[in-house]
């Protein structure tokens, strides 16, 4: 067991990771013990239930169509699996059709109230299941190895949390579609691969690929554009780890590119963050939907 630790940043996690001499997963694992005065067993049976509710809500969601109280959610993953079922994968393979019905799935059950996993955000809550369970089922991932990815994604969001913030009031989608995208990559590679510098590429090459980008929800409520930004996120996390997998290294470091994240987000109006006073928010589609709902 590690002494209680803290860590601000990805090069100090990693300095003290080759310090203990354990693995990321491994050293995170005991860093939670540690911190909330667990034992490691208690913190990876809390993590097995944030586990088995992505899993129920990659199951509920597809079991129906599920439709929101603006209906500006109208049961897209029960589209995709029954076009899926009825007529196959359309555009790729199976596994990618997957990835975005179960990415659906989640994301719809938090537009309908469902009880889902923050992860790091409500809003951006698909991401990680979506990609990581889906590739879990088609690698014939153990649970116990989930769990290990689920501590990696936790600790990255935790650096980003403390450079920035996961907040897309803050630092706009960026920060959130971006940080479950972090999390996401990085926890997907944990399963293949030791390697923290593989980890960390991943986690940076998904925040790069999503700088700058707005919050602008219409209406305010988190549907559009944030379920279906969910599944970009998914896929960006999966080539994310791929690319880092097959040897591709972050040239910027990821602690870097969190600190660009936040310094784009202080520029970022106002308006671009979650006020719904900007970008799709204020289209007059977006505008027309809104009166529609509010007038009942
Ligand atoms: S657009 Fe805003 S509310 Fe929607 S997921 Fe992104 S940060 Fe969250």
Do not use: W
Not at 32 to 44: L, S
Request: hydrophobic share 45%.
């Amino acid at each position: 067991m590690i002494k209680k630790v803290k860590f601000k940043t990805f090069k100090d996690l990693k300095a003290q990771v080759l310090r203990s001499g354990l693995t990321l997963p491994e050293f995170l694992k005991n860093y939670e013990a540690v911190n909330q005065g667990i034992t490691v067993e208690e913190a990876e049976k809390r993590m097995k239930l944030r586990l088995n509710v992505m899993k129920k809500n990659i199951e509920n969601g597809l079991k129906h169509p599920n439709v929101s109280r603006t209906g500006l959610t109208n049961g897209g993953a029960y589209k995709v699996k029954e076009f899926f079922e009825n007529k196959g994968a359309l555009l790729l393979s199976s596994e990618f059709t997957e990835v975005i019905m179960n990415t659906l799935a989640v994301s719809e059950t938090n537009a309908c109230m469902g009880r889902i996993v923050a992860a790091p955000t409500a809003g951006a809550c698909g991401v990680l299941p979506g990609a990581l369970l889906t590739i879990a089922k088609h690698k014939n991932i153990s649970v116990e190895r989930l769990v290990d990815a689920l501590f990696v994604s936790g600790g990255i969001g935790e650096v980003i949390g403390k450079i920035a913030s996961l907040s897309g009031a803050k630092h706009g989608c960026q920060a959130e579609i971006g940080s479950a995208t972090s999390m996401a990559a990085g926890a997907i590679v944990s399963i293949f691969s030791d390697d923290i510098d593989a980890i960390e590429s991943a986690a940076a090459f998904a925040m790069k690929n999503l700088l700058g980008l707005v919050c602008d929800p219409i209406g305010g409520y988190v549907e559009i554009p944030c379920i279906k930004r969910n599944v970009s996120g998914a896929f960006n996390a999966i080539s994310s780890a791929e690319m880092a997998l097959a040897g591709i290294r972050t040239v910027i470091p990821f602690d870097e590119v969190v600190l660009a994240m936040k310094r784009i987000g202080e520029k970022m109006s106002p308006t671009l963050k979650e006020t719904a006073e900007g970008g799709l928010a204020t289209t007059p589609t977006a505008k027309e939907l809104v009166k529609r709902i509010k007038s009942g």
